[in-house]
């Protein structure tokens, strides 16, 4: 079964800072996506970032980039300048054919 | 343009009620989907539709019927409620199964006593 691991329950990260937060999959498909996207306070669940898994290039989007390790089955997500309204619950998550698997999310706090 | 909507935002059910969430997308979306998302917890997908007429279940689908006899909605229908179905539920839609992003919902909270 298809599994996504975030080991990090909480991060903090100053404002204007980098922070990097953690996700490893498992599976055994060979083509499949994986996405971050953002949960804040109001629950609505908003794409950050995706990635083709036949691609080797890591997407970038602004101040998000990935770093997709395919062998490894691990894709981090790194926030660059961080800003206070990037303060929510990340989640990762993996799709292959129709299905969909999420990992128990990172909630990251910016301090001013 | 109001994307995903879902009704109702928040209900209590007693044990062994019966309820529909109702989810309605205005962008002819043909992909459809619905989670539960518990306390602390990631989203786990229940159903999903690929189309009018098309359902298939996702990773946690016990105690859960869908339809879906348009493009726009893809209701949600508990039978028999029970304490395990207490969650936050998102339904979400995406036009294709590629490098699609998925809308979501506001959501719904439920809460079984």
């Known amino acids: 079964a298809q599994t996504v691991t975030q080991s990090q329950p909480e991060m903090s990260v100053q404002e204007a800072e980098t922070v990097t937060l953690s996700c490893t999959y498992d599976?055994?498909?060979?083509?499949?996506?994986l996405f971050w996207y953002k949960q804040p306070p109001s629950r609505q669940m908003i794409l950050v970032i995706r990635?083709?898994?036949?691609?080797?290039q890591n997407a970038t989007e602004n101040r998000f980039s990935v770093n997709f390790q395919k062998a490894a089955k691990s894709f981090s997500l790194k926030i660059s300048d961080s800003q206070l309204g990037d303060a929510a619950m990340y989640f990762c998550?993996?799709?292959?054919?129709?299905?969909?698997?999420f990992g128990t999310g990172t909630s990251l706090t910016v301090i001013p | 343009n109001a994307g995903v909507t879902q009704t109702p935002k928040f209900r209590i059910l007693k044990i062994g009620q019966s309820m529909t969430l109702q989810c309605t997308q205005d962008?002819?979306?043909?992909?459809m989907y619905w989670y539960r998302q518990d306390p602390g917890m990631g989203l786990k997908l229940i159903y999903y539709?690929?189309?009018?007429?098309?359902?298939d279940k996702g990773e946690v689908p016990n105690g859960y019927n869908v339809s879906r006899s348009t493009t726009e909605d893809f209701p949600l229908r508990l039978e028999l409620a029970a304490p395990s179905q207490t969650s936050v539920y998102f339904c979400?839609?995406?036009?294709?199964?590629?490098?699609?992003?998925?809308?979501f919902g506001p959501g719904t909270r439920l809460l079984v006593l």
């Open positions: 998550a993996y799709r292959s054919s129709n299905q969909f698997y």
């Open positions: 962008m002819n979306h043909n992909y």
């Open positions: 979400a839609s995406s036009y294709s199964i590629g490098r699609e992003t998925q809308y």
């Open positions: 599976t055994s498909e060979s083509d499949y996506y």
């Open positions: 539709s690929v189309g009018a007429g098309i359902t």
């Open positions: 990635q083709e898994a036949y691609k080797q």
